[in-house]
């Protein structure tokens, strides 16, 4: 039976409605720590962390109630980014970790993710256990009226000890960064990270009021980073979203730096260290032709999973890789973590810059991108592609306009009620055309 809770990056919705209404919260709680406790780690405590949102403090209060409830203890760490949460946990004593974000979402939104101990998401099977055992209890469990919120009584600290010992003696002393962390997770950590690691700081979308988190700014949003490089001059600037687990990079001149371009950076310096195990990146059919032609000219091969960094590190690890990531921005640096972290792509990425005496254009200068574009349809429901004839007509001739010489990608999102059209080819209006065509038919479909 497929998942209902869980989608591809936890559990998501809207804060306050099912799933994530104090009752469901609670049940999950109850149910992870009955988990943990018939595993046998029932005696060590779960850490929680969350982001700037302001339902984070009630869910994550409601999340401690329900393990609580089954004899699990909780640790707090207040707010702490995603692969923060990921990699305390693996090297804490907890016997999971759970972070309440939804990511890049608008502040309404909120979700639950859970970590084992060994700091990666909970397996496909796990999950599946966990969420029966919240449907079996949710019904009769208690919530209480009485909103008691949790305090921070762990330091987050190590944390950022570790990134900082990722580049080793390498400093980022010269180079000018504008750090812009989405008025999220990272606002109260990435700014002194990169100060701490030698870079002159100018701060933006750092002040979090619970209800801007990813509001025109961070990742999703470059304008505004791209505009303050230019004006202070900065040798770069970087963007996380709302719990920084991907970031996107500008260039001096204003350039765009996603993820393709990180990983293509990333790649090429891990080659040269003699790190990158079998010459091999691990990306998402997302991932831009140019860059696996790129990576395809130094002899790195690239391999596409599904969307979702889940898959990307399930690739990883069975093909024993080193490197992988999404497009959005999300990358794995597998020798040090089990997630991707955008605060660690930017020290590694401004890291290759220092050690290369190089700039951020300059080393993704031979990355050519085919023109490509992304549409997102709302969508009333979700029917397979070959259910919907007008759809499934339109990307077979979209593919034979193509001719083999682009792609054309149509999914829908596994954390939104929506249709993505990706088409991807040589000529930017014909991309633009089919792109529109398969849209409109997914509307006439499913709008």
Same mark, same amino acid.
């Given at each position: 039976?497929?998942?209902?809770?869980?989608?591809?990056?936890?559990?998501?919705?809207?804060?306050?409605?099912?799933?994530?209404?104090?009752?469901?919260?609670?049940?999950?709680?109850?149910?992870?720590?009955? /988990?943990?406790?018939?595993?046998?780690?029932?005696?060590?405590?779960?850490?929680?962390?969350?982001?700037?949102?302001?339902?984070?403090?009630?869910?994550?209060?409601?999340?401690?109630?329900?393990?609580?409830?089954?004899?699990?203890?909780?640790?707090?760490?207040?707010?702490?980014?995603?692969?923060?949460?990921?990699?305390?946990?693996?090297?804490?004593?907890? #016997?999971?970790?759970?972070?309440?974000?939804?990511?890049?979402?608008?502040?309404?939104?909120?979700?639950?993710?859970?970590?084992?101990? #060994?700091?990666?998401?909970?397996?496909?099977?796990?999950?599946?256990?966990?969420?029966?055992?919240?449907?079996?209890?949710?019904?009769?469990?208690?919530?209480?009226?009485?909103?008691?919120?949790?305090?921070?009584?762990?330091?987050?600290?190590?944390?950022?000890?570790?990134?900082?010992?990722?580049?080793?003696?390498?400093?980022?002393?010269?180079?000018?960064?504008?750090?812009?962390?989405?008025?999220?997770?990272?606002?109260?950590?990435?700014?002194?990270?990169?100060?701490?690691?030698?870079?002159?700081?100018?701060?933006? %979308?750092?002040?979090?009021?619970?209800?801007?988190?990813?509001?025109?700014?961070?990742?999703?949003?470059?304008?505004?980073?791209?505009? @303050?490089?230019?004006?202070?001059?900065?040798?770069?600037?970087?963007?996380?979203?709302?719990?920084?687990?991907?970031?996107?990079?500008?260039?001096?001149?204003?350039?765009?730096?996603?993820? /393709?371009?990180?990983? =293509?950076?990333?790649?090429?310096?891990?080659?040269?260290?003699?790190?990158?195990? %079998?010459?091999?990146?691990?990306?998402?059919?997302?991932?831009?032709?140019?860059?696996?032609?790129?990576?395809?000219?130094?002899?790195?091969?690239?391999?596409?999973?599904?969307?979702?960094?889940?898959?990307?590190?399930?690739?990883?690890?069975?093909?024993?890789?080193?490197?992988?990531?999404?497009?959005?921005?999300?990358?794995?640096?597998?020798?040090?973590?089990?997630?991707?972290?955008?605060?660690?792509?930017?020290?590694?990425?401004?890291?290759?810059?220092?050690?290369?005496?190089?700039?951020?254009?300059?080393?993704?200068?031979?990355?050519?991108?085919?023109?490509?574009?992304?549409?997102?349809?709302?969508?009333?429901?979700?029917?397979? =592609?070959?259910?919907?004839?007008?759809?499934?007509?339109?990307?077979?001739?979209?593919?034979?306009?193509?001719?083999?010489?682009?792609?054309?990608?149509?999914?829908?999102? %596994?954390?939104?009620?929506? @249709?993505?059209?990706?088409?991807?080819?040589?000529?930017?209006?014909?991309?633009?055309?089919?792109?529109?065509?398969?849209?409109?038919?997914?509307?006439?479909?499913?709008?």
């Amino acid at each position: 039976m497929a998942k209902q809770l869980f989608g591809t990056d936890g559990i998501r919705g809207t804060a306050g409605e099912p799933p994530l209404d104090a009752r469901t919260v609670k049940a999950l709680g109850i149910a992870l720590g009955s /988990d943990l406790t018939r595993r046998g780690l029932g005696n060590a405590p779960v850490l929680i962390g969350m982001d700037t949102r302001e339902s984070g403090p009630k869910i994550a209060a409601q999340v401690a109630d329900g393990l609580r409830h089954s004899g699990v203890g909780v640790t707090f760490a207040g707010v702490v980014t995603t692969p923060g949460v990921a990699w305390l946990t693996r090297n804490g004593r907890f #016997s999971a970790g759970v972070m309440i974000s939804a990511s890049h979402n608008p502040f309404e939104d909120n979700g639950i993710k859970v970590f084992s101990r #060994s700091g990666y998401k909970l397996p496909d099977d796990e999950e599946h256990e966990v969420e029966e055992e919240i449907f079996r209890i949710r019904e009769s469990t208690p919530v209480t009226s009485q909103h008691c919120e949790l305090v921070q009584d762990f330091d987050v600290r190590p944390y950022v000890d570790f990134l900082l010992s990722t580049i080793g003696t390498t400093k980022l002393t010269g180079l000018k960064v504008v750090v812009d962390c989405g008025n999220g997770a990272a606002s109260g950590l990435a700014p002194q990270l990169f100060r701490e690691a030698g870079a002159t700081v100018i701060p933006i %979308g750092c002040r979090p009021n619970g209800r801007n988190i990813n509001l025109d700014c961070g990742a999703l949003h470059v304008e505004e980073l791209r505009k @303050a490089v230019l004006e202070y001059g900065a040798d770069a600037g970087v963007a996380f979203d709302g719990d920084a687990d991907r970031a996107i990079l500008v260039a001096s001149s204003g350039r765009i730096i996603d993820g /393709d371009a990180t990983m =293509l950076i990333a790649a090429r310096r891990l080659q040269a260290d003699g790190h990158l195990a %079998g010459n091999m990146v691990v990306s998402t059919v997302m991932s831009n032709l140019g860059l696996e032609k790129a990576l395809g000219r130094i002899g790195i091969s690239m391999l596409r999973t599904p969307v979702g960094d889940k898959y990307v590190l399930e690739e990883m690890l069975r093909r024993d890789a080193a490197l992988g990531g999404e497009q959005s921005g999300h990358v794995i640096f597998r020798e040090f973590a089990t997630t991707g972290d955008g605060m660690l792509t930017a020290l590694k990425v401004l890291e290759t810059c220092c050690r290369e005496h190089a700039t951020l254009d300059q080393l993704a200068a031979d990355l050519t991108v085919f023109p490509q574009l992304l549409i997102n349809i709302r969508v009333k429901e979700r029917r397979p =592609l070959d259910q919907l004839p007008a759809v499934a007509n339109e990307i077979r001739a979209c593919e034979t306009a193509l001719n083999g010489l682009g792609r054309v990608l149509v999914r829908f999102s %596994g954390t939104e009620p929506l @249709a993505r059209v990706m088409v991807e080819g040589p000529d930017l209006q014909q991309v633009e055309s089919w792109a529109g065509r398969i849209a409109e038919a997914i509307r006439g479909e499913l709008g």
